[in-house]
């Protein structure tokens, strides 16, 4: 088993409900969910919208391989209604993201996944939320 760390967003449509959506199906595709931080309502990052952001972070125990669990939330994303990933650095409003932040201990940089996140120390919204569940984990 390996343990994950992923970051929830959404700021379209029911916010609560996008969450709860997810967190079930990250629970049946992508392994047990363990713990869960509080939401924090967020300003968007990168980028300007009226549409503030619901924001959590979870730990998760997964036998997924990192690519594995790449794919599930990606399809998880898809499934909640997301047709439109970030690209070239262009934020937009999304129904749910769905980011990998850390996966044990693994360090890895592939043109399809970064790990550890890439921005999750520059971002408030992931850390405050991961701080909660793991504050062993602060930079």
Request: aromatic letters at 6%; a negative charge.
């Amino acid at each position: 088993m390996a343990t994950l760390y992923l970051s929830l967003g959404t700021n379209l449509g029911d916010r609560q409900k996008n969450l709860s959506l997810a967190l079930e199906l990250i629970g049946r595709e992508v392994g047990t969910v363990v713990s869960a931080s509080d939401i924090i309502e967020t300003d968007p990052w990168g980028f300007e919208s009226p549409n503030r952001f619901l924001n959590m972070a979870i730990k998760v125990e997964t036998t997924l391989q990192p690519l594995e669990v790449l794919h599930a939330t990606q399809e998880i994303e898809r499934k909640l209604g997301r047709n439109h990933k970030t690209a070239a650095g262009e934020y937009h409003d999304r129904l749910i993201d769905i980011d990998i932040l850390l996966y044990d201990n693994l360090v890895m940089n592939t043109p399809q996944l970064t790990i550890p996140h890439p921005l999750m120390y520059q971002r408030e919204f992931v850390m405050k939320p991961l701080a909660q569940i793991a504050p062993e984990l602060k930079k």
